[in-house]
């Protein structure tokens, strides 16, 4: 049974860089699509980007310039890295996988993990 | 982008009741549409994909239609534990987006 957990600081300091860690379980990172998706009560489900075992990696036009997706094989595990945070970058933070099918949705998730922004 | 619309918002319904959730999409996005099923304090569960395939392990009151814009989610006889936020979600193009939820309670 695959199973991801979220991992990295539940509060961080405007205009510092949020850092989470998703550790993967019974299955292999070297397939699949790897992603971030955020929740707020405001904006709703916001998909944040995907990496893919290869190195490839797409984001969320709406945050490009500030993520940074990336996996490491060795801990079977993938990051987020989000520069610059504000006010508006609070939020669950969920890790999830899909297939590379386009019909494929969001099969996995982890738990989430509630990220606050505050000096 | 392409928004997806969910109606109704919210919706109460009662035990045995015939529920339906409408998502419709800006665009034509084919048959890429996901349904998912949250509970409070829980991540998304995934319900079905393809618009109309149902996931391994859920139950077969859960079904799905729809084609280019316009797609259904049913329940076919609401039981308690189906209570919960029901989300679609696109998969035709990034960004992948999501609408906005319907909550469903019980009457």
């Known amino acids: 049974q695959v199973q991801l957990q979220e991992s990295g600081p539940g509060l961080v300091k405007p205009s510092e860089t949020l850092s989470l860690t998703c550790a993967v379980s019974?299955?292999?990172?070297?397939?699949?699509?790897w992603n971030w998706i955020r929740q707020t009560p405001g904006k709703g489900l916001e998909w944040i980007g995907y990496m893919y075992y290869s190195g490839s990696t797409n984001y969320n036009p709406s945050l490009k310039s500030r993520v940074t997706i990336s996996g490491d094989r060795s801990k079977n595990q993938f990051s987020l890295k989000l520069s610059s945070v504000t006010a508006a970058d609070a939020a669950v933070y969920y890790c999830a996988r899909r297939d590379t099918a386009m019909i494929a949705g969001f099969d996995y998730w982890g738990q989430g993990t509630l990220v606050t922004v505050s000096s | 982008d392409i928004q997806m619309t969910q109606s109704p918002s919210s919706l109460s319904a009662s035990i045995g009741d015939r529920v339906t959730i409408t998502c419709r999409a800006s665009q034509s996005i084919s048959t890429y549409l996901s349904w998912y099923q949250q509970k409070p304090g829980e991540a998304p569960r995934l319900l079905i994909y393809?618009?109309?395939y149902l996931q391994s392990g859920v139950p077969s009151r859960f079904s799905g239609s729809g084609s280019g814009t316009d797609f259904t989610l049913t329940i076919s006889s609401l039981q308690p534990e189906d209570v919960a936020t029901y989300y679609c979600q696109q998969s035709h193009s990034t960004p992948y987006t999501f609408g906005q939820g319907t909550k469903l309670e019980i009457k």
């Open positions: 019974g299955g292999s990172i070297t397939s699949f699509y």
């Open positions: 393809g618009a109309f």
